[in-house]
C-alpha cells in the first residue's frame, strides 16, 4: 500500500530532551515536507527537501532540523524541545519536486506534547 | 509573502442541507488552489483542486468556485452526510512547490 508514516504517533517528552520524528514514504517521491498544525493557524511548513541531500527552510523552522540521506525517509529532529513546540505535526510527500504543491501525501500525523 | 484567509472557522449543517467554506488569499500570482479534508487522528487528504484558467470544478457533491478578481476560492457541498464532517483545508500556491495553508474549517454535519 502506498503510504506515508510516521514514528511515534504520540509522544510527551520533557524540555531539553532531544527527540526525533521519523517520516518514511514508499512511493518514491521525490519532494518531502514537514508541517505543524496549531489550533486557528492551520498547517505551517517547518522544513522541506526537493531531493536526496537537498533540505531547505520553510515558515517555521526555528528549533527544528532534518536531513534527508535517503529518498524514502526524512526524519525531523528536535534537539532542545520547548513547550512551545507542542503540537501536531505532519510529514507529507509529493513526486516530483517540481510540481510539489500538487498531489501531496500525508502522513497520519505525530501528536508531540513538550513539558 | 502569501497570505490565506479562511472562513468561517466552525460550520454546523443539518443532513441534506449545504455547505459553503470561504477563502481569499493575498498573492496575485498564486495560481493553484487545492482543497483538503482532514479526518479525526488522520491527515489532511486532497479532495479537489482548480487552477487559475478555470472559474468552477465539480467532482460529484463537491464543488469549487475561484474569483481571481476578488481573489476568493470557495468550496460548495451539496446534500452533506455525516461523513462530510471533518476539518477542511483550504490552500493556494503559486510556485509550484509551496503551499500555503488557510486555517481550516470544522463542519459538523448532524443527522
Known amino acids: 500500500e502506498a503510504q506515508v508514516t510516521q514514528n511515534p504517533r504520540y509522544l510527551i517528552t520533557v524540555t531539553g530532551k532531544k527527540l526525533t520524528v521519523t517520516c518514511s514514504q514508499n512511493?518514491?517521491?521525490?519532494?518531502m515536507s514537514w508541517y505543524r498544525q496549531d489550533p486557528g493557524l492551520g498547517l505551517r511548513q517547518i522544513y522541506y527537501?526537493?531531493?536526496?541531500?537537498?533540505?531547505d527552510k520553510g515558515d517555521v523552522p526555528e528549533g527544528y532540523k532534518v536531513s534527508r540521506k535517503e529518498k524514502r525517509n526524512f526524519p525531523l529532529i528536535l534537539e532542545s524541545p520547548s513547550p512551545n513546540q507542542t503540537s501536531l505535526y505532519f510529514c507529507?510527500?509529493?513526486?516530483?519536486?517540481?510540481?510539489?504543491?500538487?498531489?501531496?501525501?500525508f502522513g497520519p500525523g505525530t501528536r508531540l506534547l513538550v513539558l | 509573502g502569501e497570505n490565506v484567509e479562511q472562513h468561517p472557522s466552525t460550520l454546523s449543517v443539518q443532513e441534506g442541507d449545504s455547505a459553503v467554506i470561504k477563502c481569499t488569499y493575498s498573492d496575485s500570482a498564486s495560481n493553484y488552489f487545492p482543497w483538503y479534508k482532514q479526518e479525526l487522528g488522520k491527515g489532511p487528504q486532497l479532495i479537489i483542486d482548480?487552477?487559475?484558467?478555470?472559474g468552477e470544478k465539480k467532482d460529484q457533491r463537491i464543488a469549487v468556485t475561484l474569483n481571481k478578481t476578488a481573489k476568493h476560492f470557495s468550496l460548495h457541498i451539496t446534500e452533506t452526510q455525516p461523513e462530510d464532517s471533518a476539518v477542511y483545508f483550504c490552500?493556494?500556491?503559486?510556485?509550484?512547490?509551496?503551499?500555503?495553508f488557510g486555517t481550516g474549517t470544522r463542519l459538523l454535519v448532524s443527522p
Open positions: 490552500a493556494a500556491s503559486g510556485g509550484f512547490q509551496k503551499l500555503v
Open positions: 527537501s526537493m531531493n536526496v541531500e537537498v533540505t
Open positions: 512511493m518514491n517521491h521525490e519532494y
Open positions: 482548480i487552477r487559475s484558467n478555470v
Open positions: 507529507a510527500s509529493s513526486p516530483t519536486r517540481l510540481r510539489a504543491a500538487e498531489t501531496q501525501y
